[in-house]
DNA sequence: CGCCAAGGCTGCGAAATCCGCAAGTCTCGG
DNA sequence: CCGAGACTTGCGGATTTCGCAGCCTTGGCG
């Protein structure tokens, strides 16, 4: 029944937080199936679950909390943006002189900074910035994304209207 | 024994300019807590929001039922596409010629675009591909996207490390 | 002004779920 | 051969979910 579960459970813990571009901790398809199932319903009960991959009721919360606990996914509400007060948003991609690094550190510290990613291309940096009106957005690239040391340019795309945005990694 | 957060139930008369492209339902301060509570914790049981947010039980209960029919918000599991097997991803800038809004709606419809918004700027569409592999992204990139019709050039920047990635807006 | 419908909230049982725990199985490695 | 790890089954008790019957307030309307 649940035969094709075996995978590599070898290298399971590994201490390394930093793995992310490396691919992190193997999941197997169990796993896997679990999070899909936290996909499409993230308040789906551990018996529901248990019942589509194959597992008891049991097995599933032991995973399930293992899963959080690593850090592997977690379960949180999401919500269009501007359902919730912040009209602005842009995706900012920025030129770094020097470590790039710390450069994404200090974006990331900044709340307004909803994503951050270090990339290959003409930036070296794309941060996604959510912001409540056009004021607070001109503040935060203007001035505090453009004072972090190391930003030597940035350009904006302000967001006209979102037109897609799913949390179904794994769902395919 | 209503509590703090009540406070304002009648006097939600703040200027609203209902922004189109979200549109939508205009949330009260305890909805937008109880939100907060959710995203804190997506499986967090309605009696303690309720405590949290100064409602009853069924009270919590109706408004996120009500929250989640209307779209406002869903309730998920997010994971780092890295380990869950997605080894390559990408951010596409996209030049169009023609209707920019059906060159959308096809890269809408592809799975492996996750995330696509329409934006000022030196690009008309940013999108958010999430590959298996080099291959994977490639063909996804240089023949479906390419291929779509209106789609005068694409730009890509390939991620190297994810930084940062949050889903706590009204959590500020 | 009085009436009524609608929406939102509370309170309350009943059913379902969560959660911890114990015992037994199976597999993988040392 | 034995221990560790993961899973299963089973089981109560605590907790949560869920449906439903009121209650109150608001707004429309004759």
């Not at 529901?48 to 049991?58: D, H």
């Not at 899963?67 to 991609?93: C, E, W, Y």
């Not at 709340?111 to 990339?119: I, L, P």
Request: negative net charge; charged residues 25%.
């Amino acid at each position: 029944m649940h035969s094709d579960v075996v995978a590599s459970r070898s290298a399971e813990h590994r201490d390394s937080r930093e793995s992310r571009t490396g691919g992190g901790p193997q999941l197997d398809a169990v796993s896997l199936a679990i999070i899909e199932q936290l996909q499409e319903d993230g308040r789906r009960p551990y018996a529901a679950i248990g019942k589509a991959v194959g597992l008891s009721e049991a097995a599933v919360r032991q995973r399930v909390q293992k899963l959080l606990d690593q850090g592997v996914m977690q379960i949180v509400a999401v919500t269009d943006p501007l359902t919730v007060g912040f009209r602005r948003q842009a995706m900012v991609g920025v030129n770094v002189e020097g470590d790039v690094e710390s450069v994404a550190d200090a974006l990331t510290a900044m709340s307004e900074c909803e994503y951050v990613v270090m990339t290959a291309g003409s930036f070296d940096l794309m941060v996604e910035i959510v912001c409540e009106d056009d004021d607070h957005l001109l503040d935060v690239i203007n001035r505090r994304i453009r004072a972090v040391p190391g930003v030597r340019s940035t350009e904006s795309f302000v967001y006209l209207r979102l037109k897609k945005q799913t949390y179904m990694w794994g769902t395919r």
